[in-house]
Structures are given as C-alpha cells and as structure tokens.
C-alpha cells in the first residue's frame, strides 16, 4: 500500500518503505516506476528477514558503513539492501526473478 506523507519520509528522501507500507514525499511520486519498484524490493528484502531483522541488520550496516567512509550518503548508498535496491529499481522483472536473500551479493560487491 502506497501513503503519500511528507512529514514521514526524512528529508533529502523520495521514499521510504516500513512494511507492508511504501511512503512516499509526493503523490507525483507514485509515477515513478522505478521508485515503487526500488521500494517494492525492499518490502521482498524485509518479509525474506521477518521485518525486524532487516531493520536491525539496515542500522548495524549503516552504522559499520559509516564508520568506515566518515559520511551518512556514502555509508547509505553502499548498505547492501540499498545497493541491490538501486542496481535493480529499473529492471521491472527483477522481483519476479531475484533469487531468495539475492542482497547478499551486495555485501562485498565493489562498493560505490
């Protein structure tokens, strides 16, 4: 289910997905095909975890990342859910094929 809520999604964001919900900033948003589609992978990564794993291993390897760059859009950019998100969010056949736990590939893949 697609809510259009600028006071939930944080600023510099488009979206934001807290299953079973995807928020987004704008209701212009819902057209963007490859944003629902970023968003609708993470609701795949996140019932893959039960939910509350996922945002627990989101915090952990943001934190790490961010020990390890110095910079919050860097440390972002490269968690490995976000990765997969991104490298897919224009490929519309991607969750119909993507393959059980599939953001693993993206833990030690080169980073951005």
């Not at 697609?2 to 999604?9: A, C, G, R």
């Not at 440390?75 to 119909?96: H, T, V, W």
Request: with cysteine; charged share 20%.
């Amino acid at each position: 289910m697609i809510i259009v809520s600028k006071y939930l999604v944080p600023k510099g964001y488009a979206g934001l997905t807290i299953y079973p919900f995807i928020f987004l900033k704008n209701k212009h948003l819902k057209q963007s095909v490859s944003l629902i589609n970023h968003e609708k992978i993470h609701l795949k990564q996140q019932l893959e975890l039960l939910v509350l794993p996922f945002y627990i291993w989101y915090v952990l390897e943001f934190l790490i990342r961010y020990l390890k760059h110095n910079n919050w859009q860097k440390a972002y950019k490269n968690i490995s859910f976000e990765r997969e998100a991104y490298c897919n969010d224009s490929n519309l056949q991607y969750i119909k094929t993507r393959r059980f736990w599939q953001f693993l590939k993206y833990l030690s893949k080169h980073e951005i």
